[in-house]
């Protein structure tokens, strides 16, 4: 019995051996077969990198809209590099990504019609692979490269992935939007490496900066080779002389360079440990300078997060929705008394229909009050008057660092300029939980029996203490404070100052003050200032001579 039981067991272990191999292949497989498909309803249809940091399958969102897609495995929101049908998503039912056997790889539809496919038919392409590098490609039965997603980016470029004058990066058009958006990154016909708002009323380009040029920016248009490439490490090596590096530069660190849909290009290192992205460069320092990010008539602010405002006489468009921008309240002709209303530090770019230089104010505004067409200018005292005619008002920003300002034309009923910071949103107000608790028990020290008094200490108190009673008040205040804001009270104000100051103070630096603090805490990191834009608009208000006294006559 013993000996002819003994030879069926090395049979079973082989057996199954085989079949959890073939199960743990079938989970991780990084190539497609000629002939063979992925379905979007298979969860498990995908490809893997053999170093499992990229996966390539369907990323869908509910039933009806879904992408061929290569994203990173590991970041704890799914990061997408890559697509093929971003402007045209496929049903989440019956919808297919198949290697065909004439070599074309193919997606199509619910209803068998092609969306997307490569231009490989009649070649000798074996199979389709995701390689560590997440680059997909096509592969002939020697091994070689007949096609590759890394020459069709969409909005990311991945380490030592070319980028050429054939290729350019395009932002995702919001967030949770996958479609094509308004912001390129490219090469221009000057061989020089440009960011380029391309929106539905306009194009133009905002970097590098115009006010420096392409020499002043440290590059070069005499290099028409057009070739770009970062590598592991975090260098940006550019034909046109651009250059920079990660502020984390090191091997053994994954990373990916996006045009993000606010109009900045990022370089991005991902945290292992959390799954998130941390930002390690950035083209834009001054978010605000990204043109079309508030829309026609709209000015960008800082508070201290870039936030889109209505100058006087308009208002917005489409709350939601700050790409639209704001309106005009008054019909204006040229018959009519037209007045200017000025708004200091804020500069309308392009659209100039006359440029003087070395003329007064009062002159530049007599140009414009004669041409029908303009519908502002400019002035800058930068040692010389620097007058510019305006025909329409697009990539508005304010900048503490501006020397000038921007004169409106119109109707004389129209009132005065009101530095009030717009948030694009309809505020609700007149609720119930209106009023802003003031001295908190945490702001005494019941046993030393010591009051905690400081200029707005009640805020650093809220922020830097622990404890579940704590953050439940941190929430409830900032929620409240919000909408009064929102809703342009001001009483408030002189509850939270300290009394010490005996009312000597700037409102508009409490206000700032207060909206910085707010800003700090947002409870989505991502929406966190940064120091640079903090500073921005600390500066803003910096040279504030108006205080407030309750006692004055």
Known sequence: MKTSASPRFPSFFTVAFFLLFSLSFSET????????????????????????????GFYGMGDNACWFSIWFTNSKE???????????????????????????????????????????????????????????VLKDTRGKILWQSFDFPTDTLLPNQFF??????????????????????FFDNNNVLTLMYDGPDISSIYWPDSDFGVFG??????NSSRVAVFDEMGNFLSSDELQFSASDMGFGIIRRLTMDYDGNLRLYSLNNETGLWVTTWEAMLEQCKVHGICGRNAICVYTPKPKCSCPPG?????????????????????????????????????????????????????FCLEDCRCVAFSYRLSGDGRCYIKSALFNGYKSPNFPGSIYLKVPASVGRYESAILSGTNPICGSNDSTIMMGLPSMYDTISKKVKWAYLYWLSNLITEDGEAQESELTRFVRVLKRKIDCREESWIEEIVDQRLNGEYSRRQVMKI?????????????????????????LECEDESKIHSPYAQ
């Open 217 to 222: 920016s440290h590059r070069t248009n005499y």
């Open 78 to 136: 799914r990061t997408v590099v890559w697509m093929a049908n971003r402007d045209r998503p496929v049903n989440g039912q019956g919808s297919r990504i198949s290697l065909r056997p004439d070599g074309a790889m193919v997606l199509t539809d619910v209803d068998d019609s092609t969306i997307w496919e490569t231009n490989t038919t009649s070649t000798d392409v074996s199979r389709a692979e995701l390689l560590d590098t997440g680059n997909l």
């Open 29 to 56: 497989r990084n190539f497609l077969p000629r002939g063979s498909s992925l379905s979007v309803e298979d969860d498990s249809d995908i490809l893997t990198s053999l170093d499992q940091t990229f996966t390539c």
């Open 164 to 185: 050429t004058k054939s290729t350019k990066l395009i932002s995702r058009l919001g967030r949770g939007m996958y479609s094509s958006g308004y912001f390129n990154f």
């Open 514 to 538: 207060v909206e910085v603090g707010i800003c700090c805490v947002e409870e989505d990191r991502d929406q966190r200032p940064t120091m640079d834009s903090v500073v921005q608009a600390l």
């Open 314 to 366: 308009y208002e917005v468009t489409d709350p939601g929705n700050w790409h639209k921008g704001c309106k005009p309240k008054f019909n204006q002709t040229c018959s009519q008394e037209l007045t200017f209303v000025q708004v200091g530090q804020v500069d309308f770019y392009g659209f100039d229909l006359n440029y003087t230089q070395s003329i007064s104010r009062d002159t530049c505004s007599k």
